[in-house]
T-cell receptor, first 111, second 110 residues
Framework: DTGVSQNPRHKITKRGQNVTFRCDPI?????LYWYRQTLGQGPEFLTY????????KSRLLSDRFSAERPKGSFSTLEIQRTEQGDSAMYLC?????????FGPGTRLTVL | DAKTTQPPSMDCAEGRAANLPCNHS???????VYWYRQIHSQGPQYIIH???NNETNEMASLIITEDRKSSTLILPHATLRDTAVYYC???????????FGSGTQLTVLP
């Protein structure tokens, strides 16, 4: 299967620690998106890359969040000094044109 | 992007057609209607999208009214594995963030 992959699938951390998630998009997809989903809600947009350029960021992406896509392939999302409110599913999607295809997500639990 | 309205929940008998409605009365002429679904604890799965014409693929059919103010997603023969939250999204498409609402929880009953 050559779909979007995300690692790790689950992450449990203590408040104040830093965490990093990885997303590998579908091959040849030049667009990559990060979303966050809290329990009972639909996914919310965080940020978007076209190739290696980060072109759009949501107001949800506080200073503690940083995303990179250094070579226009995989992407990482780092959260510094995690807070309990950061507990959520972090979803990655990629697209080559109009349709976004999502990965399985990384579930973060901050204790 | 235009806002969408969906019923919070629906039930459907296994083997019957599931018809999921969506209202998008403020849709503009160049906005697409997309449908995704999300099975518990998984990432959203793309189902189908359309602009003006009705569309059909191996998963579902999408019926868009002539005035484009509403649409219906049809799962022709629902199975238990179709139990999921279904999201109707209106977007300009390419390079735009998707704005998810609350969706419709479809429960397929045996």
């Amino acid at each position: 299967d050559t779909g979007v992959s995300q690692n790790p699938r689950h992450k449990i951390t203590k408040r104040g620690q830093n965490v990093t998630f990885r997303c590998d998009p579908i091959s040849e997809h030049n667009r990559l998106y990060w979303y966050r989903q809290t329990l009972g809600q639909g996914p919310e947009f965080l940020t978007y890359f076209q190739n290696e350029a980060q072109l759009e960021k949501s107001r949800l992406l506080s200073d503690r969040f940083s995303a990179e896509r250094p070579k226009g392939s995989f992407s990482t999302l780092e959260i510094q000094r995690t807070e309990q409110g950061d507990s959520a599913m972090y979803l990655c999607a990629s697209s080559a044109s109009d349709t976004q295809y999502f990965g399985p997500g990384t579930r973060l639990t901050v204790l | 992007d235009a806002k969408t309205t969906q019923p919070p929940s629906m039930d459907c008998a296994e083997g019957r057609a599931a018809n999921l409605p969506c209202n998008h009365s403020t849709i503009s002429g160049n906005e697409y209607v997309y449908w995704y679904r999300q099975i518990h604890s998984q990432g959203p799965q793309y189902i189908i999208h359309g602009l003006k014409n009705n569309e059909t693929n191996e998963m579902a059919s999408l019926i868009i009214t002539e005035d484009r103010k509403s649409s219906t997603l049809i799962l022709p023969h629902a199975t238990l594995r179709d139990t999921a939250v279904y999201y109707c999204i209106v977007t300009l498409g390419s390079a735009r963030q998707l704005t998810f609402g609350s969706g419709t929880q479809l429960t397929v009953l045996p």
